[in-house]
């Protein structure tokens, strides 16, 4: 079955301070991991797809690396308007559906 | 592109009262998707379409719920009867293929009192 792990469950940083999320998954023939950006009141915006071990992809100050039982978003000098909570999900198998994680809620203090 | 819209933002019914919920998806997507989110599980999907055509409804809690696509442009989620546990934020999606990114609608907050 299918399963996706994401921690911390809730992160507080200080401005300019960096930290990763952590996502661990569990799903039989991965095709792709992806994470997506939601803001309070709106739908989940996609960030990046990573479809094998080894893989990284970067945009502004996030960057996302994927291994065979995980993946870690590395957040850099973060700021305010990076606060949000971020999603992990995968797709695997034959299912063209995304098995979301129930996410990271960062929290960044100016 | 408008992106994916979704309608209503908010709906509060009384149980007992039927729920539709309704969803334009991204034109040129082949893949529709609802998903209900609430805090204690997260994002949940329904069921999803491919090229109008529902291909698992296994997320579906039971026959209560109904799903039509009868068109590329529209499709609708039905709650029928709906029940105070039914209250959450429902999400459509729509992709073009698979392997790729979603792109999320809104949502709409449902309350049943």
């Known amino acids: 079955e299918d399963q996706v792990t994401q921690s911390p469950e809730a992160l507080r940083l200080q401005e300019g301070e960096s930290s990763s999320l952590n996502c661990s998954y569990t799903v039989s023939g991965l095709r792709g991991l992806f994470w997506y950006r939601q803001d309070p009141g709106k739908g989940p915006e996609f960030l990046f797809t990573?479809?094998?071990a080894g893989e990284e992809k970067e945009k502004e100050r996030l960057k996302a690396t994927l291994t065979k039982k995980e993946s870690f978003l590395h957040i850099t000098a973060p700021k305010p308007e990076d606060s949000a909570t971020y999603l992990c999900?995968?797709?695997?198998?034959?299912?063209?559906?995304?098995?979301f994680g129930t996410g990271t809620r960062l929290t960044v203090i100016p | 592109d408008a992106g994916v819209i979704q309608s209503p933002r908010h709906e509060v019914t009384e149980m007992g009262q039927e729920v539709t919920l309704r969803c334009k998806p991204i034109?040129?997507?082949?893949?529709l998707f609802w998903y209900r989110q609430t805090m204690m599980r997260g994002l949940e999907l329904l069921i999803y379409f491919n090229n109008n055509v529902p291909i698992d409804d296994s997320g579906m809690p039971e026959d209560r719920f109904s799903a039509k696509m009868p068109n590329a442009s529209f499709s609708t989620l039905k709650i029928q009867p709906s029940e105070p546990r039914d209250s959450a934020v429902y999400f459509c999606?729509?992709?073009?293929?698979?392997?790729?990114?979603?792109?999320f609608g809104s949502g709409t907050r449902l309350t049943v009192v």
């Open positions: 999606a729509s992709s073009y293929g698979h392997g790729y990114g979603y792109t």
């Open positions: 990573l479809y094998s």
């Open positions: 034109s040129g997507h082949d893949y």
């Open positions: 999900a995968v797709q695997g198998g034959l299912a063209n559906n995304l098995f």
